[in-house]
């Protein structure tokens, strides 16, 4: 059974770990946008009682595939193609009530969409629901060819990875990237194509030593539970889980199950623990938020720092993941996920130990069936060995995406990028003695 276990972890950590390496800086170069046809709203999805924001809120344009998300402060940037100007913004989140409204309706700047929770009726959280509720996940997951989109799309997304020391942000990447997307009933493996890419780094903060997520976008699309289950729940390590139901819940105004999954008390090797959201009606996998159980220091770094400095200790403190998927004519598919990785690094013979975390995320932002089945060149696709960081080159075009769709960025990463982009000019000042404007 131990051998089982680790055979299936194993296979999981070589798709997803950190190294720890000197770094070198690199050079920036200048991109120039290409020109398009479009319309941007921006603006914030609120909580219409507390006016809290609502964090990873889903925004589509109705009858198309082009989406977006709001950021962690719930702020949103939604590109339009003109001829989609006309049409309706339809906005979800899960517990409220879904949202629709005409596009002529927003201001192109600075609007405040208020969205009502939904308040369960007491007899609809007693409908006659499944009393078993590992049965149910099970069923849920072998119900994918019927559920998900069963066709190969090409899907165009934002991928973010970001490094902070302690608070501070220090390093962010950022990408638009292609993904050629096996049927979720293929046993065929997704392949990515990066489109273009730009970094930020203040390599004064990172003490001589960096932080690179190798795998890049890999990570974010291998927590696509629905398309890669062997990553976290086989025929072999199910049974190594507890499940239980809470309270339920809606989305998109269907009822939505909540199953509580967490590692039984005598397995020793980290696993999972979080929570799974069914639709009650078709048995679909909405959306899923889960966390690696890190309670044994050792083990939880041999599964993700593969190099580190001979003075050094290191270990996670926290690692969680989140996936949400859409809908569109009845057919699921991958939306949104991300990744989040806290590390404590001890030194030896130093007072104070560095505490870096690394998120990465990607939201699909348009797709298209694959109708010519086409995939790119093994030559031109990303390796899941990947670090992004240094396949990407500076910030430097403000119009660097045009007609893409992004993640908005957060505030402090925004502060982050011109406070490095200040610090690297100096530091040129300084080495050449030329003047920067």
């Not at 404590?344 to 995320?361: A, G, P």
Request: charge should be neutral; aromatic fraction near 12%; hydrophobic fraction near 35%.
């Amino acid at each position: 059974m131990k051998k089982e276990r680790s055979t299936i972890l194993g296979h999981y950590i070589a798709k997803l770990f950190l190294t720890l390496v000197l770094f070198a800086i690199a050079g920036a170069a200048h991109v120039y946008a290409q020109s398009s046809s479009f319309v941007e709203y921006t603006g914030e999805i609120l909580d219409s009682n507390s006016k809290k924001p609502l964090i990873f809120a889903s925004l589509t344009i109705e009858n198309t595939n082009h989406s977006t998300i709001t950021n962690s402060e719930g702020e949103f940037s939604l590109k339009v193609p003109i001829d989609e100007a006309n049409g309706n913004l339809i906005i979800g989140f899960l517990g409220y009530k879904t949202r629709m409204i005409p596009l002529a309706q927003l201001d192109k700047n600075d609007n405040k969409i208020l969205m009502d929770e939904f308040i369960m009726a007491l007899s609809e959280a007693r409908i006659d629901a499944p009393n078993n509720a590992q049965k149910l996940v099970m069923e849920t997951l072998d119900k994918k060819g019927n559920n998900y989109l069963n066709e190969s799309t090409v899907m165009t997304a934002f991928y973010r990875e970001t490094i902070k020391k302690r608070r501070t942000n220090v390093s962010l990447s950022e990408a638009v990237v292609n993904i050629y997307k096996a049927p979720y009933s293929s046993n065929k493996s997704d392949a990515l194509e990066l489109y273009k890419a730009r970094k930020s780094t203040d390599y004064n903060k990172l003490d001589t030593v960096a932080l690179k997520l190798q795998g890049g976008p890999f990570n974010t699309l291998f927590v696509d539970m629905v398309k890669y289950p062997d990553y976290i729940f086989t025929p072999e390590t199910i049974s190594y889980y507890d499940f239980s139901f809470d309270t339920s819940t809606r989305v998109n105004d269907q009822l939505i199950y909540v199953i509580d999954f967490k590692q039984k008390d005598e397995i020793l090797d980290p696993l999972y623990t979080g929570k799974l959201y069914i639709d009650a009606k078709n048995k679909i996998l909405t959306s899923a938020v889960y966390s690696l159980n890190i309670t044994d220091r050792r083990l939880a770094s041999q599964m993700f720092v593969r190099r580190k400095p001979k003075n050094a200790e290191v270990w996670p403190t926290e690692v969680s993941y989140r996936v949400d998927y859409r809908e569109k004519n009845g057919k699921w598919y991958y939306g949104y996920s991300n990744v989040l990785l806290e590390f404590k690094i001890n030194w030896d013979k130093r007072l104070f130990n560095s505490v870096y975390s690394m998120s990465c995320e990607m939201a699909v932002t348009d797709w298209d069936k694959n109708i010519d089945n086409y995939i790119p060149k093994s030559k031109d696709r990303i390796k899941s060995s990947i670090i992004l960081s240094d396949e990407a080159i500076g910030f430097a075009d403000p119009n660097f995406w045009g007609e893409y769709n992004i993640i908005e960025p957060e505030k402090s990463i925004e502060s982050a990028i011109k406070k490095i982009q200040r610090q690297l000019r100096r530091g040129k000042l300084d080495t050449d003695g030329t003047s920067i404007p």
